[in-house]
């Protein structure tokens, strides 16, 4: 039996994002001013997939818990709808956008800080908000996957999402950078148009694998689970 029911860990999960877009839109950094705003940032998109999702998921847990044996078939349907969203969600934008954020992030942090998160945000931000958003996503998403069973999309399909938020993703930096002439993320800065062209590219295809890491790990852990339960169904041998 868990510690704790995973219901109560979704609310929990929940409320902590919540806690860190609160504290995050509450700074008053010159970043947040200017066009954009925090939505330029992937951290932040990423921040606010999360809640939407587990927001989803405990959404989900109310009404399986209000529709249980109520034998409504309308009701049951409008459940089957919300678990196909929730499992969509998971799959296409919470696992691979977030895995994405805190790899992407802590590999150029330990190459050169000031490349993606210049020592100056410190004076805005505190190390457990900093931490909030950008390594508490790993762990929580990782919890949600090990608790529940999600059925991913087809993977044209989930594969055809990923890319389009992706490529959307990054015109939309491309397009800040044609009204502003600044670039979202001051590494951008450093390097040529061809290079920029290929991290773009890079970070496409990151994402795609991602999506595919997400679909592997999901059987995987859901596969040992059934072979363990059919295991101890087993009858013993004397």
């Given at each position: 039996?868990?510690?704790?029911?995973c219901?109560?860990?979704?609310?929990?999960?929940?409320?902590?994002?919540?806690?860190?877009?609160?504290?995050?839109?509450?700074?008053?950094?010159?970043?947040?001013?200017?066009?954009?705003?925090?939505?330029?940032?992937?951290?932040?998109?990423?921040?606010v997939i999360?809640?939407?999702?587990?927001?989803?998921?405990?959404?989900?847990?109310?009404?399986?818990l209000?529709?249980?044996?109520?034998?409504?078939?309308?009701?049951?349907?409008?459940?089957?709808?919300?678990?196909?969203l929730?499992?969509?969600?998971?799959?296409?934008?919470a696992?691979?956008?977030?895995?994405?954020?805190?790899?992407?992030?802590?590999?150029?942090?330990?190459?050169?800080?000031?490349?993606?998160?210049p020592?100056?945000?410190?004076?805005?931000?505190?190390?457990?908000?900093?931490?909030?958003?950008?390594?508490?996503?790993?762990?929580?998403?990782?919890?949600?996957?090990?608790?529940?069973?999600?059925?991913?999309?087809?993977?044209?399909?989930?594969?055809?999402?990923?890319?389009?938020?992706?490529?959307?993703?990054i015109?939309?930096?491309?397009?800040?950078?044609?009204?502003?002439?600044?670039?979202?993320?001051?590494?951008?800065?450093?390097?040529?148009s061809?290079?920029?062209?290929?991290?773009?590219?890079?970070?496409?295809?990151?994402?795609?694998f991602?999506?595919?890491?997400?679909?592997?790990?999901?059987?995987?852990?859901?596969?040992?689970?059934?072979?363990?339960?059919?295991?101890?169904?087993?009858?013993?041998?004397?």
């Amino acid at each position: 039996m868990a510690l704790v029911p995973c219901q109560v860990l979704r609310v929990a999960i929940l409320l902590s994002y919540c806690s860190i877009l609160c504290n995050y839109k509450a700074i008053e950094m010159p970043s947040h001013q200017t066009y954009g705003g925090s939505w330029k940032f992937l951290t932040f998109i990423d921040l606010v997939i999360q809640a939407v999702f587990f927001g989803i998921c405990v959404l989900t847990d109310l009404s399986t818990l209000l529709t249980r044996d109520s034998g409504n078939q309308e009701q049951e349907r409008q459940l089957r709808k919300l678990i196909s969203l929730r499992d969509w969600t998971l799959a296409v934008l919470a696992f691979p956008v977030g895995v994405f954020v805190v790899a992407v992030f802590w590999t150029i942090y330990a190459y050169d800080r000031e490349m993606i998160y210049p020592k100056l945000l410190d004076n805005f931000i505190p190390g457990w908000l900093n931490h909030g958003m950008h390594t508490t996503v790993l762990p929580f998403i990782l919890i949600e996957m090990r608790t529940s069973h999600h059925q991913y999309p087809s993977r044209s399909s989930g594969l055809a999402a990923i890319c389009t938020f992706s490529v959307g993703y990054i015109l939309w930096v491309c397009w800040i950078h044609h009204v502003t002439g600044m670039w979202v993320y001051p590494f951008l800065e450093h390097i040529g148009s061809g290079a920029r062209i290929i991290f773009f590219g890079s970070t496409t295809i990151l994402m795609n694998f991602l999506y595919l890491l997400g679909e592997v790990l999901n059987n995987y852990i859901w596969d040992t689970q059934r072979s363990m339960e059919e295991e101890k169904e087993k009858p013993k041998l004397e």
